[in-house]
């Protein structure tokens, strides 16, 4: 299994764009991605009603993880895509 | 009986009809135990209603994309998401299966408890979002159930459309044949809704509290657009008030129109640009059909606004040469990007973090750190100058430091399109917002170094009286008449004229039929306004002469407060234009 810890840095935090195109870049990946916040259980990375119900807003810490065999890239490309502000 | 409600006017007009009403639909949910033998039945049958759905969407997003442009749009890209999403659309499989309920009553168990994780959301920007879930759930609920879409596809004869808003997907739907006006319960000026009528050119008022409970299909309603008013079942005697008043209103706007062809002259002969306020390529044609001579202003901002990356040069230089084509041989003032202050874009610099926006990087500030955007808007303004008439113009500027460094930079460009081979207009005029105090006080300084000026009355008004107009508490003080503000306008016109160099105003207040003739009697040699008031400003000025209006403005400086100065214009322009200034702003009242 592989976790990494990212911070949201785009504006407007986890709202429903940035939650697509989180949800189309983990679909890419045949590993079982979670995403959980401080707060929030975790939650299906390839769900995006999952991901919105995070709630996560800018400044909040969110924990990736992926279990399967591409699990590394799997979570190298989500969070880089959180750090690269979802591409916003 | 008769129900009088007060909103925002955001497009004006007045319209008598019938209501046609749209609440906040609520579907209803069927509850019923599926035969166990038939549960992959059920199951085929959700399948078939999200795959409806799909195609549903898809095709209201192709609509609105051709419509409204693809940005608005997007937002669909998620609701497709929405119903593919595996961990719901198993959830209410297994539902269906273990418990045996109805493919609706197991979809809206599901969604639903996710609707109810949204009430622990703090940020209200992400708790809103559950607005777009419900829409989808809607969607879905009604094409399993197979109940009627009320929403606008019957709308088939000419209504005022009332609603709790208007959504996009809303707009997409709505027949413009059959749109007399339109009320809504939420939004603002810049909400889907006020878009839309402004668009049309239909009255529009919003922000009416308690407007869809207190109508009724069919119910006859008045949408006065300009006082921002709507009366639900009228009496007979509010009934021919309004009409006396529509009437009055559309044959002043016949006669108005007839000056389309006419300049924006004195009748002693001082000419006057009327020019038109613009936002995008599609405000052209009203701008042309309100007799606009060319435009003062364009806001170019907002097309970096409506959308979510960076437009690239070549996409500029087509928006820009539109824009330049369509009213050409008249005149186009670019204005630079201007962001910060209460415009933003999340994938541009100035956030909403900062504590004094207004004070704050925007700008000329933001355009001088961010060199990559600034010449690449640059680049695009030159080439595309060559089909129009182009002038370019620098917001916010507060000394003579940004004005040479921005000049230096377009020199660079310059020197980069002629490496290039590019073709641009070698003599564009290029000139500067006055909307600074610091900027009236060394006018004469900055008139030596730019072609033109122009006075941005919105933001110079805030800077100098020091007032925030979005503060209800204090913003009785923003006063365009006030007579600091009178002496900033009177100073900027005497320095620029003396170095030669013409002096215009774009804002809000130009508009004001009484402030107009403050500003021809000042020396503005342009006003640049909404493309709405060009007429009715036109006719003013057709009927006054330069000298009166500087008499007048002599007067009124020696005047000491915003109230003797408003009681006496006022006055006047009563005697002089009572069809105009009747049902406007009592006196004395700030505008």
């Known amino acids: ?88 | 009986m008769e129900v009088r409600l007060r909103g925002i006017a955001v497009s004006p007009g007045i319209v008598i009809g019938k209501a046609y009403v749209r609440r906040p639909e609520e579907v209803v949910v069927p509850n019923f135990v599926v035969d166990p033998e038939k549960v992959d039945q059920e199951i085929a049958r959700f399948r078939a209603g999200l795959d409806q759905t799909h195609g549903e969407i898809l095709e209201t997003q192709k609509r609105l994309a051709e419509q409204m442009g693809e940005d608005h749009a997007k937002i669909f890209d998620a609701h497709l998401l929405i119903l593919q999403d595996t961990k719901a659309i198993e959830d209410t499989e297994q539902l269906i299966r273990d418990q045996l309920m109805c493919a609706e009553f197991a979809l809206n168990r599901v969604i639903g408890r996710i609707l109810d994780s949204f009430d622990r959301i703090a940020d209200p920007y992400l708790k809103e979002r559950s607005a777009d879930i419900q829409d989808v759930r809607r969607r879905l609920l009604r094409n399993l159930t197979g109940q009627e879409v009320r929403a606008f596809g019957a709308l088939n004869q000419e209504s005022v459309i009332v609603a709790h808003d208007l959504a996009p997907s809303d707009t997409a739907m709505i027949d413009r044949r059959f749109v007399l006006g339109v009320a809504t319960e939420l939004g603002g000026r810049t909400s889907h809704a006020a878009i839309l009528a402004r668009s049309y050119g239909i009255a529009a008022v919003v922000g009416l509290e308690g407007l869809t409970e207190q109508t009724q299909h069919g119910d006859e309603i008045i949408v006065d657009g300009h006082a921002g008013v709507v009366v639900l079942r009228p009496t007979g005697d509010t009934l021919r008030e309004y009409e006396r008043s529509r009437q009055h209103f559309d044959e002043l706007e016949r006669q108005l129109l007839t000056l389309k062809e006419f300049p924006a002259i004195t009748l002693d002969g001082r000419k006057i640009e009327l020019s038109a306020n613009i936002k995008s390529p599609e405000d052209t044609a009203l701008a042309i059909a309100k007799g606009a001579r060319g435009v003062g202003l364009y806001r170019t901002e907002y097309f970096f606004l409506s959308r979510s990356e960076l437009p690239s040069e070549e996409e500029q230089v087509e928006a820009y040469s539109r824009v330049l084509r369509d009213l050409a041989p008249e005149t186009v003032i670019f204005r630079t990007l201007d962001v910060g202050g209460d415009k933003f874009a999340s994938y541009l610099g100035p956030g909403r973090s900062e504590l004094n926006p207004f004070l704050g990087w925007r700008g000329i500030r933001f355009l001088l750190t961010r060199h990559d955007i600034f010449r690449t808007q640059l680049r695009a303004f030159l080439r595309a100058s060559t089909s129009g008439k182009l002038k370019i113009m620098y917001p916010m500027i507060t000394g003579l430091e940004e004005v040479r460094a921005a000049s230096a930079l377009l020199d660079e460009v310059r020197r980069g399109l002629d490496a290039e081979g590019y073709a641009y207009d070698p003599d564009v005029e290029v000139g500067i917002m006055i909307e600074t105090p610091s900027a009236v006080a060394i006018a004469d300084l900055l008139a030596r170094e730019t072609d033109f000026f122009s006075i941005g009355s919105n933001d110079l008004i805030q800077y100098t009286l020091a007032v925030d107009r979005g503060n209800a508490r204090i913003s009785y003080l923003y006063e365009p008449m006030h007579p600091s503000v009178l002496r900033l306008i009177r100073n900027t016109v005497e320095a620029g004229h003396e170095a030669g160099i013409w002096v215009g105003m774009c804002g809000e207040v130009a508009a004001d039929p009484l402030y107009s003739v403050l500003l021809v009697g000042l020396g503005l040699d342009e006003l640049s306004i909404s493309a709405y008031m060009i007429p009715e400003v036109k006719r003013i000025i057709r009927s006054i002469t330069f000298d009166e209006s500087k008499m007048l403005v002599r007067r009124a400086m020696t005047m000491s407060t915003p109230a003797e100065i408003r009681r006496y214009l006022s006055g006047l322009m009563h005697e002089r234009f009572p069809d105009l200034v009747s049902g406007d702003n009592d006196p004395g009242e700030p505008a």
């Open chain 1, 1 to 88: 299994m592989t976790r990494r810890e990212v911070v949201v840095q785009n504006e407007l935090g986890l709202h429903l764009r940035s939650a697509s195109t989180f949800v189309r870049t983990a679909s890419r990946f045949r590993s079982q991605i979670r995403v959980a916040t401080a707060l929030v259980p975790p939650v299906d990375g390839k769900s995006i009603l999952g991901l919105v119900t995070l709630g996560a807003a800018t400044g909040e810490r969110l924990v990736i993880t992926a279990d399967g065999p591409d699990e590394a890239e799997a979570v190298e490309a989500l969070a880089g895509l959180v750090n690269a502000h979802f591409g916003e």
